[in-house]
């Protein structure tokens, strides 16, 4: 144990709803870490003044929700490259000079979970599909490209705005009609769900996985419930899938290392935490 309490924590409005506090909370338990982390919320129009306060009293950083993500970008003094491709910040770092650093780490913990929960997968094997073209589906995007996937075919309810999305990431993206969604499997050997279809509460995703390649992967950015509606019809057709939950926990990995000063592992323990 050191003597100063390193600070931390999860910025959002709401922002009960997070399991950021369990998930940090374990791993300051887990590493014998003096620190805190906690749920901070703020509203739009106290956001900015809010995050300036918390770097004078000593947080070493927070994370970012929903609605602030692109505010946060904004209003940084540094940004990543991969948190100015997909247009949102999640990961705040205070600097010492007080200086405001921000990344985006959704894409690194998309790409992590299915890395350790599905060993095999290679994402260069063929095309992607994505469904959804939100922020969370910038991440992904972004994400599956830079890991090599040679094409993405990406579906949305609004075509325009997928249409909007194909253009920000060139020519690799290609959009296709939401009501062609599932014929769009023919060949994609990773498929995944960035929408709110299928959460607890929210109308399932009708698609069925006729067309889709037996090697193909399935996954779902959902983690409530853990199996979604998409991912069992998945399983139902012989897919290998993986749920969304090690997303979150992968995701959380870069701003734990630099506050804290450990890097954490993600592992069943973490996940039956966040989970109970």
Known sequence: MTDTILRAGVVGWPVE????PVLHGYWLK????????????????????????LAKQGYRGVNITIPHKETMLAMADSVTDRAAMIGA?????????????????????????????????????G????????GAS?????????????TIRLANRTRLRAEMLAEHFGARVEVVDWNRASDAMDGA?????????????????HVHFAAAPKAALVTDIVYTPLV?????????????????????????????????GTTPEVDEGLRKAVLA
């Not at 709803?17 to 950021?20: A, I, R, V």
């Not at 985006?104 to 260069?124: C, E, H, M, S």
């Not at 897919?239 to 804290?260: C, K, N, R, S, Y």
């Open 228 to 260: 979604t509606p998409f991912l069992a019809k998945a399983a139902e057709q012989g897919l290998e899938t993986v749920d969304g939950l090690g997303m979150l926990l992968h995701q959380a990995v870069p701003g734990f290392e630099i506050w804290f």
């Open 89 to 125: 910040a999640n990961t705040v770092f205070f600097h010492s000079d007080g200086s405001i650093g921000v990344d985006n780490t959704d894409g690194y913990g998309f790409i992590r979970n299915l890395y350790q929960n599905a060993p095999v997968w290679d994402p260069k094997a």
């Open 189 to 205: 050997m990773t498929i995944v769900n960035t929408t709110s279809l299928g959460m607890q509460g929210q109308p399932d995703l």
């Open 127 to 134: 095309p992607a599909l994505v469904l959804g073209a939100g």
């Open 30 to 53: 887990r590493y014998n870490i003096a620190g805190t982390y906690q749920a901070i919320p703020l509203p739009q129009d106290k956001f900015e003044t809010g995050i300036r306060k």
């Open 17 to 20: 709803h997070s399991k950021s």
């Open 138 to 150: 910038r991440a992904v995007i972004a994400a599956l490209l830079e890991a090599g996937a040679p």
